[in-house]
């Protein structure tokens, strides 16, 4: 399973890593809690819990679900602490 850092954001939003060409993990500011980050691309918007490792509302094809959540898993202490610096 391959990763590369990302970047390209929008305002608003932190791109943490692209995977598969289309899909970004990204950390939006002025989001709400609990702890979570979006999987978007391919028309995807999933919210995936910083905090339990799953998905929290949205549906995408479970392959692409496994891979995002291992990347999660992976880097949860650096997103929850990003988290963190956005929502003090």
Known sequence: MSYRH?????PGMSTK???RDTYRIQLREK???PPH???TGGGLDVMLSLETIEVMVGK????????A????RAH???LLEDWKRCYP
């Open 31 to 33: 989001d709400h809690p």
């Open 37 to 39: 980050v979006h999987l």
């Open 60 to 67: 995408a094809p479970p392959l692409i679900i496994k891979e």
């Open 76 to 78: 949860q202490a650096q």
């Open 6 to 10: 990302s970047g390209d954001s929008l």
């Open 69 to 72: 959540l291992e990347w999660v």
């Open 17 to 19: 890593y692209r995977f």
